[in-house]
């Protein structure tokens, strides 16, 4: 192959909860991410008891997209975009979550957003829980630490397979389902499954069981997918940072084996239907008893995904040490720095060579189609007098990864469907909350206090993504 096949699918990619706002419009409820304060620059977001008077939910107003979302579908469709990712917000289908019936005019607004898409020949891509389940589950039910919520996660499913199956083709389950496992921080279990631990609770178990939940809720979601409509394609979505040994001590390498097994594990029940050996050996020694049923498993093995859609910002790198004689892996105190590799104002490692490694990976492990879902460069944007924005490492930053992206396809093999950069309009960060962490190609006018006229303008990384998506990969 020499380069991109046809009908690669060039996009880009958001999320309900940080674009869309109108948080209250439509007979929306309360998400997950409507009780996250704006963080700032190393002042992690908070996750308050419901919504305060006084606090700032950068998601509540997001920048508009529920409003605006043709002028932005508009210049979507002028970068030559074939596809556009973004996610239904759970809470403007079912409110609260548990309901028996869904919300028509939550419906009814994708509906409109899906034909405006149609209408420039722009294809969905649709992720069904992207960090924003319903508050109400949470509260509730304690989020995906009860069961019950496997019923409601497959109900809402089937609810908008059904309504939008001759509209969208391409879906997935949970947005990088994978990042729970860093579960010492309060951050990622919580836009992933509203996990909010008790004090002194072991963590660890509670994270797997509700992740495994999910997994049972993903997998009969492909299968009412494929009984409603064999056409649709349901895929998973990781958060791929490879991990690299520091060293090639041998003990560094067994620990960056050991660590690649703990995040990425997921990928295994998603593609192969059962939990990898390596795993079940871990809750033995570790004496977790968890409820995985005879039913579960084979729910599991019954909806295996059929492509792998991933995110890749960063890789990571680890090593041995004295005081962990298991090599056991614990995201929040086994990463080291990378000495061979520059970072981004927040410390992410930039390193475009880990993405075709990343590629490589997955094809090695699962041979199924891989679709890179997010790839971006987080950075503050200065916007100039005229409002254009000269961004040129943005461009430096996604340029390298698309060439190795390219070598991936052209020279190993890979098969990969499509690219959808993350960010594609500025909108609100997830890890901070802040508007000023941007990966757009078209700027927004709105700070990290919520002022702005939220007016849209073209960056200099607009006619650089349209030259790249015209040549289908081959000017960058
Ligand atoms: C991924 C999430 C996105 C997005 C992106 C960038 O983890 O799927 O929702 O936000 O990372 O992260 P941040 O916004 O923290 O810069």
Same mark, same amino acid.
């Given at each position: 192959?020499? &380069?991109?096949?046809?009908?690669?699918?060039?996009?880009?990619?958001?999320?309900?909860?940080?674009?869309?706002?109108?948080?209250?419009?439509?007979?929306?409820?309360?998400?997950? $991410?409507?009780?996250?304060?704006? @963080?700032?620059? #190393?002042?992690?977001?908070?996750?308050?008891?419901?919504?305060?008077?006084? /606090?700032?939910?950068?998601?509540?107003?997001?920048?508009?997209?529920?409003?605006?979302?043709?002028?932005?579908?508009?210049?979507? $469709?002028?970068? #030559?975009?074939?596809?556009?990712?973004?996610?239904?917000?759970? !809470?403007?289908?079912?409110?609260?979550?548990?309901?028996?019936?869904?919300?028509?005019?939550?419906?009814?607004?994708?509906?409109?957003?899906?034909? +405006?898409?149609? /209408?420039?020949?722009?294809?969905?891509?649709?992720?069904?829980?992207?960090?924003?389940?319903?508050?109400?589950?949470?509260? +509730?039910?304690?989020?995906?630490?009860?069961?019950?919520?496997?019923?409601?996660?497959?109900?809402?499913? /089937?609810?908008?397979?059904?309504?939008?199956?001759?509209?969208?083709?391409?879906?997935?389950?949970?947005?990088?389902?994978?990042?729970?496992?860093?579960?010492?921080?309060?951050?990622?279990? *919580?836009?992933?499954?509203?996990?909010?631990?008790?004090?002194?609770?072991?963590?660890?178990? =509670?994270?797997?069981?509700?992740?495994?939940?999910?997994?049972?809720?993903?997998?009969?979601?492909?299968?009412? $997918?494929?009984?409603?409509?064999?056409?649709?394609?349901?895929?998973?979505?990781?958060?791929?940072c490879?991990?690299?040994?520091?060293?090639?001590?041998?003990?560094?390498?067994?620990?960056?084996?050991?660590?690649?097994?703990?995040?990425?594990?997921?990928?295994?029940?998603?593609? %192969?239907?059962?939990?990898?050996?390596?795993?079940?050996?871990?809750?033995?020694?570790? &004496?977790?008893?968890?409820?995985?049923?005879?039913?579960?498993?084979?729910?599991?093995?019954?909806?295996?995904?059929?492509?792998?859609? *991933?995110?890749y910002y960063m890789s990571f790198?680890?090593?041995?040490?004295?005081?962990?004689?298991?090599?056991?892996?614990?995201?929040?105190?086994?990463? =080291?720095?990378?000495?061979?590799v520059?970072k981004s104002?927040? @410390?992410w490692q930039i390193d475009? =060579?880990g993405?075709?490694?990343?590629?490589?990976?997955?094809?090695?492990?699962?041979?199924?189609?891989?679709?890179?879902?997010?790839?971006?460069?987080?950075?503050?944007?200065?916007?100039?007098?005229?409002?254009?924005?000269?961004?040129?490492?943005?461009?430096?930053?996604?340029?390298?990864?698309?060439?190795?992206?390219?070598?991936?396809?052209?020279?190993?093999?890979?098969?990969?469907?499509?690219?959808?950069?993350?960010?594609?309009?500025?909108?609100?960060?997830?890890?901070?909350?802040?508007?000023? /962490?941007?990966? @757009?190609?078209?700027? =927004?006018?709105?700070?990290?206090?919520?002022?702005? !006229?939220?007016?849209?303008? %073209?960056?200099?990384?607009?006619?650089?993504?349209?030259?790249?998506?015209?040549?289908?990969?081959?000017?960058?």
């Open positions: 192959m020499s &380069g991109f096949k046809e009908g690669f699918l060039w996009g880009g990619a958001v999320a309900a909860h940080q674009l869309e706002g109108g948080w209250k419009e439509g007979g929306k409820g309360v998400s997950v $991410a409507d009780v996250m304060t704006a @963080g700032a620059h #190393g002042v992690p977001r908070e996750i308050t008891d419901g919504v305060l008077a006084g /606090k700032n939910y950068p998601n509540h107003d997001a920048i508009d997209f529920y409003h605006r979302y043709k002028e932005d579908i508009q210049l979507f $469709a002028e970068m #030559g975009f074939k596809c556009f990712r973004t996610s239904i917000a759970w !809470t403007r289908i079912f409110p609260l979550g548990d309901e028996q019936e869904p919300n028509e005019a939550g419906l009814q607004f994708y509906d409109d957003l899906f034909d +405006e898409c149609l /209408k420039h020949g722009i294809e969905p891509v649709i992720t069904l829980s992207h960090f924003e389940m319903p508050y109400h589950l949470v509260t +509730e039910y304690g989020g995906w630490r009860n069961r019950r919520l496997i019923d409601f996660f497959v109900r809402f499913a /089937k609810v908008v397979f059904t309504r939008y199956q001759h509209k969208v083709k391409y879906w997935m389950t949970f947005n990088e389902i994978n990042n729970q496992a860093n579960f010492h921080e309060d951050f990622a279990p *919580f836009t992933n499954s509203g996990l909010k631990y008790e004090p002194g609770e072991d963590r660890e178990p =509670v994270m797997f069981q509700a992740a495994h939940y999910e997994l049972v809720a993903s997998a009969l979601a492909v299968k009412a $997918a494929r009984e409603i409509n064999p056409d649709l394609l349901v895929g998973c979505m990781i958060a791929m490879p991990i690299y040994p520091l060293s090639c001590a041998p003990r560094d390498m067994m620990m960056a084996m050991n660590a690649m097994h703990r995040r990425y594990w997921f990928t295994d029940v998603h593609v %192969r239907g059962k939990y990898p050996q390596h795993l079940l050996s871990y809750f033995t020694r570790r &004496g977790f008893e968890l409820d995985i049923t005879a039913e579960d498993h084979k729910a599991l093995a019954g909806g295996c995904v059929d492509y792998i859609g *991933f995110s790198a680890t090593k041995a040490t004295d005081d962990n004689p298991q090599l056991d892996y614990d995201e929040s105190k086994s990463l =080291v720095s990378n000495p061979h520059q104002d927040w @410390g475009p =060579v993405l075709r490694y990343s590629l490589n990976w997955f094809w090695d492990h699962y041979q199924l189609p891989l679709f890179i879902v997010e790839n971006g460069f987080g950075a503050i944007d200065v916007k100039q007098s005229d409002g254009t924005v000269d961004d040129q490492y943005r461009i430096d930053y996604m340029a390298t990864h698309i060439a190795e992206m390219k070598k991936a396809v052209v020279e190993d093999g890979v098969d990969l469907m499509g690219y959808t950069p993350w960010g594609c309009i500025d909108l609100v960060s997830a890890g901070t909350g802040e508007m000023k /962490k941007r990966y @757009g190609f078209i700027y =927004v006018d709105k700070d990290n206090e919520g002022n702005g !006229t939220l007016n849209r303008s %073209r960056k200099k990384s607009f006619g650089w993504y349209k030259k790249v998506i015209a040549s289908n990969g081959e000017d960058l």
